[in-house]
T-cell receptor
Framework: AQSVTQPDIHITVSEGASLELRCNYS??????LFWYVQSPGQGLQLLLK??????LVQGIKGFEAEFKRSQSSFNLRKPSVHWSDAAEYFC???????????????FGKGTHLIIQP | EAGVTQFPSHSVIEKGQTVTLRCDPI?????LYWYRRVMGKEIKFLLH????????ESGMPNNRFLAERTGGTYSTLKVQPAELEDSGVYFC????????????FGPGTRLTVL
């Protein structure tokens, strides 16, 4: 069965500094990978997704992620964080369809991003 | 365009009682998903509807949970009788195309079972 690991439960970054959130997945076939963000009181919002092609994916709000098959990773990056980026971030993999498994997304446990002024 | 809505936003019930959660997906989205996040754990898939049909309910924890989607529009998730371990946040999501399409999430219903 597929799984997603986000090794960092909390990350604190100064405003204006760069950010990298780690995500590792376990899945036998080509994964469909996602990053979602949840701000307090809101639903999850899709930041970006990777299906195939260019391994560097651009998303909304200035985020990008790089798919590295050799490392089974899909890390999320942002060159300069803003106070409004404080939220919880979730990496997820879709493994249904031809890949088998449940139809829904498999999520990591999430990473809380704290922004220091 | 309205997003995915869920009702209620919070529910506090006692063990043994029944609770019904409702989800209204984005209009025109045939695919509807339910997820649950228990405190300290990851968000877990419960089930998937395509229109009014259950496509995959492999994540439903036990037969105390019953999901329906009458007419392929809104969906309800009933927990009867509720147990302490059912506490958590229940998310609903919808998408136009199944599998690997963007899922749009609602704000969730926070269920507390005392």
């Amino acid at each position: 069965a597929q799984s997603v690991t986000q090794p960092d439960i909390h990350i604190t970054v100064s405003e204006g500094a760069s950010l990298e959130l780690r995500c590792n997945y376990s899945y036998g076939a080509t994964p469909y990978l996602f990053w979602y963000v949840q701000s307090p009181g809101q639903g999850l919002q899709l930041l970006l997704k990777y299906f195939s092609g260019d391994t560097l994916v651009q998303g909304i709000k200035g985020f990008e992620a790089e798919f590295k098959r050799s490392q089974s990773s899909f890390n999320l990056r942002k060159p300069s964080v803003h106070w409004s980026d404080a939220a919880e971030y979730f990496c997820a993999v879709a493994a249904g369809g031809s890949g088998g498994g449940a139809d829904g997304l498999t999520f990591g446990k999430g990473t809380h991003l704290i922004i220091q002024p | 365009e309205a997003g995915v809505t869920q009702f209620p936003s919070h529910s506090v019930i006692e063990k043994g009682q029944t609770v019904t959660l409702r989800c209204d997906p984005i209009s025109g989205h045939d695919n509807l998903y339910w997820y649950r996040r228990v405190m300290g754990k990851e968000i877990k898939f419960l089930l998937h509807f395509v229109k009014e049909s259950k496509q995959d309910e492999s994540g439903m924890p036990n037969n105390r949970f019953l999901a329906e989607r009458t007419g392929g529009t809104y969906s309800t998730l009933k927990v009867q009788p509720a147990e302490l371990e059912d506490s958590g946040v229940y998310f609903c999501a919808s998408s136009q195309v199944s599998f690997a399409d963007e899922q749009f999430f609602g704000p969730g219903t926070r269920l507390t079972v005392l």
